[in-house]
C-alpha cells in the first residue's frame, strides 16, 4: 500500500511539473496542442495552473550564413542534422499557407474561437502572462510539436536552441494581428476562468488602448463572470493616439473593462511606454470601488490631479503601499506649477488615506526630489527620506539624502514652494 502512494505521488509531481504552466505560441500547432491537452479524458487539464502567452514565433528564419556560426562549425554530425531540420521546418512554415494563419480574417476568427474553447476546459487556471520578448528556449515538448521530425525523445541530446537562434541570427515574427488576437483574451477569455488571481501583460509592447476598443468589432459585449482577479500588472501602450487624436473612446472601453475586473484587485500595476509620456492624458476608474486594494503602482502615466485622487478615494481605506515614478499631471488651470500639484497630492494622501505605510515618488526630469515614506504618516516616528540629484534611482553614490518627517512638514509649510525648500534643505 505504502508503495503505491509513493508512486501515485511521484506520477502526481511529474504530470504537475509537465502541465502545471503551459506556454502558448500563435501557431496552429500550438493551439490545437492546447485544445487537446484541456479536452483530455485523463484529466490533466485540471492540472494546469499558468499560462503564458508569447508571439514570438517558434519557428525561426534561419539566415543562409548560418553555416559559418561558431555554433555550426563546432558542432558534430548528428547536432548538424537537428540544425538543418530546424531550418528546413522554418522555411516551410514561413513560405507555406500556414504562416498566414493569423493573418486573414477568417484564420483570426477561427484561432480565437479554438483559444475560446481551450480555455473553457482549463478551470483551475489561477495565472495568464504575456511574454513578448525574445530569447525564448524551447522545450523538449516544445520542439517535438514545432519540429516533429526531430524526434526527440527522452534521452537523446537536446540542441541549446538559445544557442542556435541567438549565433545563427534567427529573427522573430510578431504580427499586427497576434497583438489583436491577445488583446481578445481582455474580452472574451479571463472573464470565465473562476480562479484566476494573477493577470501579468508587462512585456513590449504591452496592451495597446487601440486595439483593446478594436476588439469590440469581434465581441460588442465585455464578457466577464465572477471578478476572481487579484494582481494586475499591465503595461499601457498609446502609440497609435497623439495630442491631435482623441483617446477618450478607447480610454473609456479600458475604464469600463478595469471596473468589471477590478472589485476584488489587491495589487494594481499600470506602467505607459516612457516614449509615449507626453503623447495623451488618460482618466482611471472612478464609479466602482476598490474595496480590496492594498498596493497601487502608477508609471510613465500623464493623469488629470482631480481623476486621480477620486481614483484613490475608491480605495482610501485598504490602500497600504503607492508608487508613483514618472507621473505627470495636468494642470487644473494654466500656469500652476508642478509642485503644488505634488504638495496637494502630498496632503491628499495624508489626510484621506490613512492606510498608507509606503510611498514612493519618482518625479520626471528631476523637477522635485525623490521621496520615501515608511509608516503611517500621523506617526512622529515616521520618517521621509528625501533623495535630491538623481532621477530614477533608488540607490545613487551622488545623490544628497536627507530625512524629515513628513507631518510635521506638511503641517507647518501651507505654501508648497516652501515645503519643497524645506524638504530639500535648500
Known amino acids: 500500500m505504502t508503495c503505491k502512494v509513493l508512486n501515485r505521488a511521484a506520477q502526481d509531481t511529474h504530470l504537475d511539473s509537465i502541465y502545471r504552466s503551459r506556454r502558448v505560441f500563435y501557431t496552429p500547432a500550438s493551439f490545437e496542442n492546447l485544445l487537446k491537452i484541456s479536452k483530455h479524458s485523463s484529466g490533466v487539464n485540471l492540472r494546469v495552473r499558468e499560462i503564458i502567452v508569447t508571439n514570438v514565433s517558434p519557428y525561426k528564419a534561419i539566415q543562409p550564413s548560418f553555416r559559418d556560426s561558431k555554433t555550426y562549425k563546432e558542432a558534430d554530425e548528428e547536432f548538424r542534422q537537428s540544425i538543418h531540420q530546424i531550418a528546413r521546418a522554418s522555411h516551410n512554415y514561413y513560405t507555406g499557407a500556414t504562416f498566414s494563419y493569423i493573418e486573414q480574417p477568417e484564420s483570426f476568427q477561427s484561432a480565437l474561437s479554438q483559444l475560446t474553447l481551450a480555455f473553457a476546459g482549463l478551470p483551475n487556471i489561477e495565472s495568464i502572462r504575456f511574454n513578448r520578448t525574445g530569447g525564448i528556449e524551447l522545450s523538449r515538448s516544445e520542439l517535438n510539436l514545432f519540429y516533429p521530425g526531430l524526434t526527440f525523445r527522452p534521452g ?71 471578478a476572481t482577479l487579484r494582481v494586475l500588472k499591465l503595461m499601457l501602450n498609446f502609440n497609435t493616439f497623439s495630442v491631435n487624436t482623441d483617446i477618450a473612446p478607447a ?131 515616521t520618517i521621509c527620506q528625501i533623495e535630491s540629484g538623481t532621477e530614477f534611482s533608488s540607490i545613487d553614490a551622488n545623490a544628497k539624502i536627507t530625512e524629515r518627517n513628513i507631518e510635521e512638514a506638511l503641517m507647518t509649510y501651507r505654501d508648497s514652494s516652501e515645503f519643497w525648500k524645506f524638504m530639500s534643505n535648500r
Open 156 to 226: 537523446t541530446r537536446l540542441p541549446d536552441t538559445s544557442e542556435i537562434f541567438e549565433d545563427m541570427s534567427f529573427h522573430f515574427h510578431i504580427s499586427q494581428r497576434d497583438q489583436r488576437l491577445s488583446t481578445m483574451f481582455y474580452y472574451k477569455i479571463i472573464g470565465h476562468l473562476p480562479r484566476l488571481r494573477n493577470l501579468e501583460d508587462r512585456s513590449w509592447p504591452g496592451l495597446k488602448l487601440a486595439y483593446l476598443q478594436d476588439a469590440m468589432t469581434y465581441t460588442p459585449r465585455i464578457e466577464f463572470g465572477p
Open 251 to 381: 480610454n473609456e472601453v479600458f475604464v469600463t473593462w478595469l471596473e468589471a475586473v477590478g472589485t476584488n484587485l489587491e495589487s494594481i500595476s499600470l506602467r505607459g511606454l516612457r516614449k509615449t509620456l507626453d503623447r495623451v492624458y488618460i482618466s482611471l476608474p472612478t464609479l466602482t470601488r476598490f474595496p480590496k486594494l492594498r498596493k497601487l503602482s502608477l508609471g510613465c502615466l500623464r493623469l488629470s490631479v482631480d481623476n486621480f485622487e477620486a481614483f484613490l478615494g475608491k480605495s482610501s481605506d485598504t490602500l497600504q503601499v503607492l508608487k508613483l515614478d514618472n507621473i505627470r499631471f495636468k494642470e487644473p488651470r494654466f500656469g500652476v506649477p508642478d509642485s503644488q500639484l505634488w504638495y496637494r497630492i502630498l496632503r491628499f494622501l495624508k489626510i484621506e488615506v490613512l492606510q498608507l505605510r509606503k510611498f514612493t515618488l519618482r518625479v520626471p526630469d528631476l523637477l522635485l526630489p525623490s521621496l520615501e515614506i515608511k509608516g503611517g504618516w500621523g506617526s512622529p516616528e
